[in-house]
């Protein structure tokens, strides 16, 4: 079985700061990670994975997401928030065995405010 | 080309009616998704269409149909629809089939339904 835990329902960060939003996830094997922003009456947009190799992932946007196997994490972050970031970011997992399915977490809603 | 169109924007329909959805990628991508979601919910996975076979069904009701007529195109056939099944209901794809696990989904924009 595979999950994908988000703690935060709610980030808020002040524009030009640092952002992180949170991800923890649990599988059998090795995880393929991935993280998705869905703007209001929009579909999901990816924004970058975790295959294999470099724990430090870096997509679009200027956002990045470190892989951390011992905590099974997969946290993204990005230096300066732009109130533009303002979004609902969705984390997602897969692994050998699921058959194509993604595990979604519940979501996270940044706002980033002048 | 890396959109995944989806046709109708918003859709309402009564509860005894025939209505199709529509999506259409043209990535070469192999596998095709239909996700039902509720707002600020992460979407809920109904079926997958991996080199045009039906390979998931979530146990979905069976008054949602899928149809892949090609590599390109994936239609969701409705009928008899409850009003619980208003949702906004996205199509993906991603380049390989269902074994393709490292290869990121594209998403449409979806079809804003609502069942009256």
């Known amino acids: 079985a595979q999950s994908v835990a988000q703690p935060e329902d709610q980030v808020n960060v002040a524009e030009g700061n640092p952002l992180t939003v949170k991800c923890t996830y649990s599988?059998?094997?090795?995880?393929?990670l991935f993280w998705y922003v869905q703007y209001p009456n929009r579909g999901l947009q990816f924004l970058l994975k975790?295959?294999?190799?470099?724990?430090l992932v870096k997509g679009s946007y200027g956002f990045e997401a470190e892989f951390n196997k011992s905590q099974t994490s997969f946290h993204l972050k990005k230096p300066s928030a732009l109130v533009s970031d303002s979004a609902l970011y969705f984390c997602?997992?897969?692994?050998?065995?699921?058959?194509?399915?993604?595990?979604f977490g519940d979501g996270t809603t940044l706002t980033v405010k002048p | 080309d890396t959109e995944v169109t989806q046709t109708p924007k918003h859709l309402v329909m009564g509860m005894t009616n025939k209505k199709s959805l529509k999506c259409e990628q043209h990535?070469?991508?192999?596998?095709m998704y239909w996700y039902k979601q509720k707002a600020k919910k992460p979407p809920e996975l109904m079926f997958v269409?991996?080199?045009?076979?039906?390979?998931i069904n979530e146990s979905v009701p069976s008054r949602f149909s899928p149809e892949c007529p090609n590599s390109s195109l994936l239609n969701l056939h409705l009928h008899a629809l409850q009003p619980e099944d208003s949702a906004l209901y996205l199509c993906?794809?991603?380049?390989?089939?269902?074994?393709?696990?490292?290869?990121?989904?594209?998403f449409g924009p979806g079809t804003r339904l609502t069942v009256t």
């Open positions: 997602a997992v897969r692994a050998g065995g699921s058959a194509g399915k993604s595990t």
């Open positions: 990535m070469g991508h192999r596998a």
């Open positions: 975790y295959i294999t190799g470099d724990n």
């Open positions: 993906a794809s991603s380049l390989q089939g269902i074994t393709g696990n490292g290869y990121e989904q594209y």
């Open positions: 269409y991996s080199y045009e076979k039906l390979s």
């Open positions: 599988v059998s094997g090795n995880p393929y």
